[in-house]
């Protein structure tokens, strides 16, 4: 499906894509599944008329207000804990919590200029890294002089003066596919000003966004998702909408999206900063223009504001009884019976068209996940009640640990294995609960191309086989330190069992 994974962007061309600040693995809000489980999420507290620093006073309101025991600034905090607290103070947030009047917020601009907003934001830029915008100006040269480059970014700001770069346009393959991903790298100073927005207006939607949406969201991911997809399948909801939205970031609709924007932020400056984020020209090649739709892919406050113009569709079916699971603009929606997978796809149907999204011919269908043929979602594939990494997966592994064993590949042993080592322990991690079969192919087929190096350095061509497995055993690649997909896995299992 369509959407931006980090996984599948080259190293060293991240640029802004992040997802914000304790993002990785979010809360378990359903039943025990077979990913694990991490802290809580934040809560949400009772809607009510006080508005402070950000929000624009009454008369009314000016007297001091008494905060209602469950929200008390000290309970509030742990809530909101991923929240970047030179922004948000504990009496914002108890705002948040409780309410603004009509529920818009004025004066955010001074929380997105003020220097040590940008410092914090900087922070999360020089962790991302990435690579350089259209001025060549990489993380590592925008830190050497790092306190001027801040002061004038808080100077153009506050005068109302500064103005996005154009954004550097490269593509990417697709994995297991022919096509290419475009993504948009905007400059290291765009990076920080957007993160600095982000940190400013996430909490405020964030608020309100519907529980079924995992995707760029603080302590919530993929594994949350997969979890509740789990959980959902066990208690027989096995016919599933699997759809897609076609080129979903290249065409969301600025106008509308704008004015969902508008519905809790009133600020003008911060509104006209945003929009000049969304009308950045791009630059490919010798080439320069301005996309009339959509947010470039790769920007830091494009994940954010998919998830904003998503939101109504999440609240949409929320209310009327389906169970969808979506990942940015990845998503599922699981029913008891084919009747409600045919009135969920005429929903989602409806509503796409009317929010000016297309819903892919091709990708979207509806199918009994307990038949052969079953879905793919996250990487994973589901089908008759297994799950198991799906073919693209599979392929990328392969993809990128043939691009570090090449039979060519000067270098030792040791230090072939601990690259390669890297890229199994990430890929474990994620697909650890896939059946034991997977990993022991893996592992075979991942000595087999060590053994060619081997083959290859005495002076032997082909892959590795026959009395290669005699010279140079499985327990010759343990002694190495070869990582074993097998031997986690057992260790994983044994571990879930005690």
Known sequence: MGGVNEGDLPEGVKAGVHAPQGAEEPPGQESEGPYERRSACNGRGAKGPREVDGVKPTQSERAPATVPEATRAGEVRPRWAWTEPTVWTDRMLTALEQGVKGGVWYSLIDKVCAERTLRAAWQHVKANGGAAGVDHVTVAMYERDLDRNLTTLTRQLKAGTY????????????????????????????????TAMRMVLEPIFERDFAAHSYGFRPKRGCKDALRRVDSLLAAGCTWVVDADLRHYFDT?????????????????????????????PVMEELSTWTPEEGTPQGAVISPLAANIYLDSLDHHMAASACEMVRYADDFVILCRSEADAQRALTLVATWTQAAGLTLHPDKTRIVDARQHGGFDFLGYHFERGRHWPRAKSLTKLRDTVRAKTPRSRGQSLAVIIDDVNRTLRGWFQYFQHSPRPTFIHLDAWVRMRLRSILRRRHRRLGRGRGRDHQRWPNAFFAAQGLYSLTTAHVASCQSVRR
Do not use: C, N, W, Y
Request: no cysteine.
């Open 163 to 194: 103005r996005p770069q154009p954004i550097r346009r490269t593509r990417i393959d697709k994995p297991g596919s022919r096509e290419q991903r475009p993504l948009g790298i905007p400059s290291v100073r765009d990076r920080v000003v957007q």
């Open 252 to 280: 969301i609709p600025r106008m509308p999206l704008m004015q969902r924007i508008r519905e809790k932020v009133a600020d003008g400056r911060v509104l006209a900063l945003l929009e000049a984020f969304l009308t950045q």
